[in-house]
């Protein structure tokens, strides 16, 4: 407004010079009240033009203004969320990685959410290795006379050392606490015996139970023995609602009036058993059949394979054997059992 004002002026003066060029008197001018209407209207155009000129400068300064400040605020918001999102896996990992935490227990529950045993089998140990910071632990499956007890997985550092089944009523007092669902606790120091064992049930029968062979000083105690109770307890959970689904859908699951596995499921059973090798924590062989014919390869090894053992189709269209916890040097046990039953047969790697 003030360049305004300066412009009215500066034009005010160049008038009144004119008029004095021109011979008119000052003093008319100043009494002629007619002679001011030029020097009003300069003033008046010089003061709306600077008033206009001033308002549209602030606007453009408060709108600047504005802009800055909500650029900042985006910039300090984009910096939080940016550091928030990097810190998350971060803050993730120190509640599951601290020792106690129900965060690592729900990371458990998480990874115990399977209908596939074999897949629980492989999560329960993998778990279990983890939080209880132990690399002796052992998963045996029970029969259903609850006589003997079948290795289905374990650590790698005892993969040469344990036998492949035991059998129950020798264990001693293991059995004996496991049975009367409670925690076996080797506190005589037994040589060869587990230091922890805990069984879970199915009903009232003994199905499975997990065993740990040997701990640091300081995992002796009620602290840790109530961990591996809670582990425990989830993969029963898990567990027996995977029986439970095998039963209700065995259909999906057997070719009908056959113990045969239908080929989806047993490719995804080969999968779990081919990554249980690879980790070093469980042995397999596989078997082609050159018979094809479901209801006979049924009928003929329904008395000799474990329950543990998998008889399928794979894509191919063969019939297959999986034999857990079985190795090359141990096949020859298996091998005179399938000899009598006058099937022919080969060990291969793969399905196909």
């Not at 000052?26 to 206009?52: C, D, H, K, Q, R």
């Not at 009232?204 to 602290?223: A, C, H, R, S, T």
């Not at 239908?262 to 980790?279: D, G, T």
């Not at 397999?284 to 189709?313: F, M, N, P, T």
């Amino acid at each position: 407004m003030r360049t305004g004002l300066l412009a009215a002026l500066l034009e005010c003066i160049a008038l009144f010079v004119q008029y004095l060029g021109i011979g008119v008197d000052w003093t008319l001018l100043f009494y002629n009240v007619e002679n001011w209407i030029p020097f009003m209207i300069y003033l008046m155009a010089g003061s709306v033009t600077g008033y206009i000129k001033n308002k549209k400068t602030e606007e453009i300064k408060f709108s600047r203004e504005e802009y800055g400040l909500l650029r900042d605020k985006y910039l300090f918001l984009n910096e939080v969320y940016r550091s928030a999102v990097e810190n998350k896996g971060e803050y993730k990992k120190q509640i599951l990685g601290f020792k106690d935490s129900f965060g690592r227990i729900f990371d458990a529950v998480q990874r115990l959410d399977n209908i596939l045993p074999q897949s629980i089998f492989m999560e329960a140990l993998l778990t279990m290795e983890d939080i209880l910071e132990n690399r002796s632990i052992a998963i045996y499956s029970v029969d259903q006379y609850e006589r003997f007890g079948r290795l289905v997985v374990c650590s790698d550092q005892l993969r040469t050392k344990l036998p492949k089944s035991m059998v129950l009523e020798e264990s001693g007092g293991l059995f004996e606490m496991v049975r009367e669902r409670k925690i076996y606790k080797n506190t005589e120091m037994q040589e060869g015996m587990p230091v922890y064992a805990s069984g879970i049930f199915r009903e009232e029968k003994l199905v499975l139970f997990v065993v740990i062979y040997e701990v640091n000083p300081d995992q002796y105690g009620m602290n840790y023995m109530n961990i591996f109770r809670i582990l425990c307890g989830l993969v029963q959970t898990s567990f027996l609602r995977a029986l439970d689904y095998e039963e209700l859908a065995e259909e999906k699951i057997y070719y009908p009036q056959t113990n045969v596995v239908r080929r989806e499921r047993f490719m995804e059973i080969l999968a779990v058993q081919s990554e249980m090798k690879e980790k070093k924590i469980a042995d397999y062989v596989l078997v082609k059949l050159e018979e094809k014919e479901r209801h006979k390869v049924s009928d003929s090894l329904s008395r000799i394979i474990r329950a543990a053992d998998v008889i399928g189709e794979g894509t191919d269209g063969n019939l297959y054997v999986l034999l857990t916890q079985v190795n090359l040097e141990s096949f020859h046990f298996v091998e005179t059992r399938l000899a009598g039953t006058g099937l022919s047969y080969q060990v291969v790697e793969k399905v196909g």
